[in-house]
C-alpha cells in the first residue's frame, strides 16, 4: 500500500492544503476569500507543508486517512504524467465530487461523462472547439472582431475588475452564442448562481428549476446558430446519439470566466513591466505568439483549476503498494507550477522556447488525453484581447505593480490597470 499518512498529517494536509482551496471556491471564485488567502500567503504555507510530507513520506501518492474514501495525494511528476496519460482510463476525469459540483449546472457536461457516452462528447467538442487549432477555423476571424468592437467601448482612466469583467461577459456571450446574447447579462448571472451552489457539490441541493430555467436560454441561442459563433460552429457540426449539443455550452460559459481572470491577471504582469509589455506591443497578429506565452505563464503562476481530480477506475500499482479502485487523486496545481526554476518570476519566454512544456509539472490547461479541448479558443480570445488594448491605448501600468517574487495567490478583483489617453486604433481586421 502507497505511504498512508497519520491522522494529525491528513489533518494538517486538510486544514492548511485543502480547506483553503475548498474556500476560494472551485468552481466559482470568492473574491473576498481570494483576497484573504493573498494577505495570509496561504498557497505558500499549503506548498511548504505538502514539501514536508513529500520529504518525510516520499513521492506518494500519499494516501489520506479519510474514514469511508480512498484519497490520495500526487506530489511527483512521474505521478503527475502517469495519471494526465492513464485518463480517462484507468484515470477517470468524473470524479465523485467533481460530478457533484458540475452537475449543477452541465449535467451532460463531457467533463463528468464516462465510457462511449464520455468519448461521443469529447470528440464534439473536439470538432466544434477545433482543438488543435491555433486559429480557430470557423470563428478565428469573427472572435478578432468582436474583441476590437468591445474594446472600441473601454474608457479610462482606469480599467478596475468590474469593468473588465462586465467587457469579457460581453466577448464571452457573443463568441459562444453570437451578437443577440451580447447584452443579455441575466443569463450569466443564472449562471453565477447555480456555479455558486457549485462550489458545495453535494452538500447543497441542486436548483433544478434555475438549472433549466438557464439552459431553455441557452438552446435558444444555440438554435439561431449565428455564424461566426460556436453556436454557428455546433450547426456546421452534426451530433451522434447522446451527445447534447446545447449541453456542452455552459462549461464553455465557465471556462471563459477562469479565461477573463487570466487575462486580466496577464494585463496585471505586463503593467508592471515596460520591457515585457513593449515586447507584447510589437506582437504580430493574428496568433500572437509572445502574448500567448504570457498568458500560458499567467495561468502557471496563478492556475485557474486550484486542484486536478482524477478517480482511479480499477486497483493501480504503485510505488510501495496498491491504490484500490475508486481512489480520489489529488494533484495540486499550484504546488506543481511553483516548483521549478522560475517558481516565482513572470517567464513567457520558457513557453516561447518550450522548456515549460517539457515538465509534467506545468500543466496550465491539462494534459494528456483530458486536456482543456477549449485551450486554443481561450488563448485566441485573451491574446487578442490583450493585444487591441495595448494597440488602443499604449502603455498602460498596472496601480500596484506586481514584482519577484510574486505571491502564490493573486487577487484579480483588486487589480487596478492605469489607462493613458487613446493613442492608436484597434489592430486591423484579419
Known sequence: MPNRLGV????????????????????????????LAQRLDLDRRAAAVLRQLRTRHGDGPLRLAVPGR???LVLSADGVERVLTGSP???????????????????????????????????????VLDTGAELHHHIAGAVAAVVRDEVSTVDGPVLDWPAFAAMFDRI??????????????????????????????YLRPRPEHLRARFQRRVDAYVARAEPGSLAGAMAANPAAPGVDPAGQVPHWLFAFDAAGISAF????????DPARQATAARDQGPVYPYIRACVQDTVRLWPTTLVVLRES????????????AGTELILPSSYFHRDGEHAD??????WLHGEAMRSWSVFPFSAGPGVCPGRNVVLLTTSTLIAALLDRF????????????????LDHSGQRIGLPPVTGTIAPEM
Do not use: M
Open 345 to 350: 518570476d513572470f517567464a513567457p519566454e520558457t
Open 313 to 324: 477506475t480499477v486497483d493501480t500499482r504503485w510505488p510501495g503498494g496498491t491504490l484500490p
Open 172 to 201: 464571452a456571450r457573443r463568441v459562444v452564442l453570437g451578437a443577440a446574447a451580447r447584452d443579455d447579462e441575466r443569463l450569466t448571472a443564472e449562471l453565477n448562481r447555480l456555479r455558486n451552489a457549485a462550489n458545495w457539490a
Open 70 to 72: 480512498s484519497i490520495a
Open 89 to 127: 482510463e484507468p484515470f477517470a476525469l468524473a470524479t465523485t465530487e467533481k460530478v457533484a459540483a458540475l452537475r449543477h449546472f452541465q449535467p451532460h457536461g463531457v467533463l463528468i461523462s464516462g465510457g462511449r457516452e464520455r468519448e461521443a462528447r469529447r470528440h464534439y467538442n473536439e470538432r
Open 8 to 35: 494529525l498529517d491528513t489533518a494538517r494536509c486538510a486544514a492548511v492544503v485543502l480547506a483553503p482551496l475548498l474556500a476560494q471556491g472551485v468552481i466559482r471564485r470568492r473574491n473576498r476569500v481570494v483576497r
Open 394 to 409: 499604449g502603455p498602460l501600468r498596472t496601480a500596484a505593480p506586481l514584482r519577484s517574487p510574486l505571491p502564490r495567490t
Open 265 to 272: 491577471r496577464t494585463l496585471a504582469l505586463l503593467g508592471s
